[in-house]
């Protein structure tokens, strides 16, 4: 049993890792440089980073609005809360990234007066970063954010809790879930279905930045925000359920055509329990690596900036005796400067403005569950 005064978890930690499998995920395929044992077009790696970005948002943010409706808090204070944390940092990237486009070139005067910039930079205003004009063709990939795409997603699942937190408050926990449940898998169906025969039109490309898709995951991480003291969890199971996310993930029993629709509910329940016993049994270790700071939205944010201006030098032609997982350590450090400064000049100074903080709420909780084998 884990010391009770031990009242932190480790699910900063779990982001950061989440943050930086996408880096190297997205540098390996745009770079096409190896990874330690990775080499290109493999698939041997952590991919589902932003899907576990996903399952702690619906635990952790659901517990926001959670506490924000039973302390007796106006429901605009929590939207306020999720607003000043996504925002900032994604105007102080819109401002910075304009200005190093126009340095190195890709962006002249005269198109930041154009309706195709003024659409681009609107669509990031509004936190739907979703439009990629033809004015950015020249940088790395030709979009300047792609990755981007989650944050309209992010923000329509917090829109969406008070509907969920309402449905329980009315009519229980089970009822709740089951209608995230059957929400989920009419998403993942579509989804399948457009996979399958993709359609290529702009309804699609819509409805693939809205939660609808991707609920799976935010209904999970809120599943075990309600459930975890009551079931049994111990090192081994986590241990089984990782080694079942990964023979179902890499299909190695090759069920994924079998399973259709279902197949990401057979390997997001898995991960979700690995992650989540890690996130309230974490070794003091993991704790103490998130002390300086929450790097993790910083690294999400500008990892494909950084990627994409590597490619607009052809960083990797002029080098091309340069090992790939050095290339990696470039990526990421360039990466973390550009986290460390989002996290300490923006993100960090702006929550000082937040109505309330889910901390103590968290730091309460993780103390109960860390007593629960």
């Not at 049994?281 to 300086?292: E, G, H, Q």
């Not at 939205?297 to 790939?324: A, E, R, S």
């Amino acid at each position: 049993m884990l010391s009770n005064n031990r009242n932190e978890n480790g699910f900063d930690f779990l982001r950061l890792f989440a943050a930086v499998c996408v880096v190297v995920q997205h540098a390996i395929a745009h770079l096409e440089a190896s990874f330690f044992w990775l080499d290109t077009g493999e698939s041997y790696w952590f991919w589902d980073g932003v899907p576990l970005f996903f399952i702690l948002s619906g635990l952790l943010v659901y517990q926001s609005c959670e506490k924000c409706v039973s302390s007796g808090r106006p429901i605009w204070q929590y939207f306020a809360n999720r607003l000043l944390r996504i925002a900032p940092a994604i105007y102080a990237y819109v401002l910075i990234t304009i200005t190093l486009l126009l340095v190195i070139g890709i962006l002249s005067t005269k198109e930041i007066f154009s309706v195709s910039f003024f659409a681009w930079f609107l669509s990031n205003i509004f936190l739907v970063p979703v439009y990629h004009p033809i004015i950015y063709e020249g940088f790395g990939v030709g979009v300047v954010n792609g990755s981007l795409w989650t944050i309209p997603v992010e923000f329509g699942f917090y829109t969406f809790i008070p509907v969920l937190f309402f449905l329980e408050t009315k009519y229980g926990f089970k009822k709740m879930i089951i209608f995230v449940v059957v929400v989920s898998l009419f998403g993942e169906c579509i989804k399948w279905l457009l996979i399958i025969n993709p359609l290529e039109t702009l309804a699609e490309k819509l409805f693939l930045v809205t939660f609808i898709p991707h609920l799976l995951y935010f209904g999970i991480g809120i599943f075990w925000l309600r459930t975890w003291r009551s079931v049994k969890h111990s090192p081994v199971l986590a241990a089984l359920a990782a080694w079942f996310y990964i023979v179902i993930r890499y299909d190695i029993l090759q069920m994924k055509n079998f399973l259709g629709p279902f197949y990401e509910f057979a390997w997001a329940l898995p991960l979700s329990y690995a992650v989540i016993w890690f996130g309230y049994n974490a070794p003091i270790f993991f704790l103490k690596v998130t002390k300086l700071g929450d790097y993790s939205y910083g690294i999400y944010i500008w990892h494909m900036v950084v990627i994409n201006t590597l490619m607009t030098f052809q960083f990797t032609d002029k080098y091309p005796n340069l090992p790939g997982t050095i290339v990696h350590f470039i990526v990421l450090l360039f990466t973390l400067l550009m986290a460390m400064f989002s996290w300490w000049i923006i993100e960090k100074p702006t929550m000082k403005f937040k109505p309330f903080s889910s901390r103590d709420q968290e730091k309460k909780q993780n103390r109960v569950f860390r007593q629960v084998r």
